[in-house]
C-alpha cells in the first residue's frame, strides 16, 4: 500500500485535500543499537511489540535503532510534538516534563520487583498514566523495567551506609545524589561515556547502575566489588503519542493495547533473565559480590529514603503523591 510523508499528509489535511486511503505507520525511535547482547529487555520489547501490530493490523511499525533519530530528550519532544509515535524514553527523561514521576524514584520505595509491578499496573500506576496523558500529551501503556534496581560497586565491600565515608561516587540527579552525600560520600556527575576512565584512574570510586549496565561496559574490570543494594528501581513508561493513538479506529487503538501487554510481558521476563545471568557473570569475571540481608537494606533505607522524600516535597507539582505511593506499595506487599 502506498505510504505518504507524514509532512504531505499534514499538509492534505490542512487544506481539506483527500488523499488514498493508507496504512498507520508507528515511528518508534530508540536508543541502542539492533543487536546488543544483554539489552534484549528493551529492543527486544519493541520487536514484540511491532510484531503483534502488524499480525493483527494494516498498520506498519518502523524501528529505528542506535539514537539516529536524537537523543532521549530530543525523541522525547518529538513524540509530544506527533513526529514521532514511540520512543525508549526512560523515567529520568519524563521527570523533565513531568515531575511528579520522580517520585517513584525514591530509595527504597520498592522491596522487589513484583511490587513495583502491582503498584504500577495497579491504581497508583492508572492515575500518574492519566496524569502524564492530561499534562504531556504522552500516553503511557504500560510500565517498562529497565533492567531492574540500581546497585552500588566500589572497590572494597560497602555493608552498611557508614562504609559510604569518604568515597567519591558517580551517581546522576537529586534523588541519588542527596542521599549518596547524606552517607558521608561525594557525590560526581561523571558523564556515562566516561565512567570506565574515571573508576580506571581513581577520579571517582565507585557508581550505581543496573548490572546489565555494569557488565555492557566492562566495569567488572574497574570494580571488585558489586553490591546487591536494590536501592533505586529503573523503570520506563511505554509511551505513544496520545494525538495519534486517538486518531485510529477502536479496532486499531486495542491493537495497540493488547501489544503494550505483550510487549511488557516479555520486557519484564526477559529483564529478570538478563539480570540472573549478569549477577553469574560478574562473578565469573572475578567480581565479588555481596548480598545484603534485610536488616542491612533497611539501614540504608533509614539514612537515604527520608532526605529523598524531603526534596521531592519542594520539587514534585503533587507532593501528596508521596504518602500515595508509600500507602500503594504497602498495599501491594
Do not use: C
Amino acid at each position: 500500500m502506498t505510504r505518504f510523508p507524514k509532512s504531505l499528509t499534514a499538509l492534505a489535511l490542512a487544506f481539506g485535500l483527500a488523499l488514498p486511503a493508507q496504512a498507520q505507520e508507528i515511528t518508534v525511535g530508540l536508543s541502542l543499537p539492533e543487536n546488543v547482547e544483554g539489552f534484549d529487555f528493551v529492543n527486544g520489547m519493541y520487536r514484540t511489540f511491532a510484531e503483534h501490530v502488524e499480525a493483527n493490523s494494516d498498520m506498519t511499525v518502523d524501528l529505528v535503532y542506535g539514537g539516529a533519530l536524537g537523543n532521549p530528550n530530543d525523541r522525547l519532544g518529538q513524540m509530544r510534538r506527533g513526529i514521532l509515535e514511540m520512543t525508549d524514553a526512560a523515567d529520568g527523561n519524563y521527570a523533565s516534563i513531568h515531575p511528579d514521576i520522580q517520585i517513584l524514584n525514591m530509595p527504597y520505595l520498592f522491596p522487589d520487583e513484583e511490587t513495583a509491578w502491582a503498584v504500577l499496573d495497579g491504581p497508583f500506576g492508572q492515575s500518574l498514566a492519566e496524569d502524564i496523558r492530561e499534562n504531556t500529551g504522552i500516553r503511557v501503556l504500560g510500565w517498562w523495567e529497565s533492567g531492574g534496581f540500581k546497585h552500588f560497586s566500589a572497590n572494597s565491600a560497602i555493608e552498611t551506609p557508614e562504609d559510604m565515608e569518604g568515597l567519591k561516587l558517580r551517581v546522576l540527579g537529586p534523588l541519588a545524589t542527596i542521599p549518596v552525600e547524606e552517607m558521608g560520600a561525594s557525590a560526581s556527575p561523571v558523564a556515562f561515556g566516561e565512567l570506565y576512565t574515571a573508576l580506571r584512574t581513581g577520579v571517582v570510586d565507585g557508581q550505581d547502575n543496573s548490572i546489565s549496565v555494569f557488565n555492557m561496559i566492562n566495569l567488572y574490570e574497574v570494580q571488585s566489588h558489586l553490591i546487591l543494594s536494590g536501592h533505586t528501581y529503573a523503570f520506563g513508561p511505554l509511551g505513544i503519542s496520545d494525538a495519534f493513538f486517538e486518531g485510529l479506529s477502536e479496532e486499531d487503538q486495542q491493537v495497540i493495547l493488547d501489544a503494550a501487554d505483550a510487549a511488557i510481558e516479555f520486557n519484564r521476563e526477559t529483564s529478570r533473565a538478563v539480570e540472573a545471568s549478569a549477577i553469574d557473570f560478574a562473578r565469573e569475571e572475578g567480581v565479588s559480590v555481596v548480598e545484603l540481608s534485610d536488616e542491612q537494606r533497611d539501614a540504608f533505607r533509614e539514612v537515604m529514603q527520608p532526605v529523598a522524600i524531603d526534596w521531592l516535597r519542594e520539587n514534585v507539582d503533587t507532593p501528596d503523591l508521596i504518602d500515595d505511593a508509600i500507602d500503594a506499595v504497602e498495599a501491594a506487599r
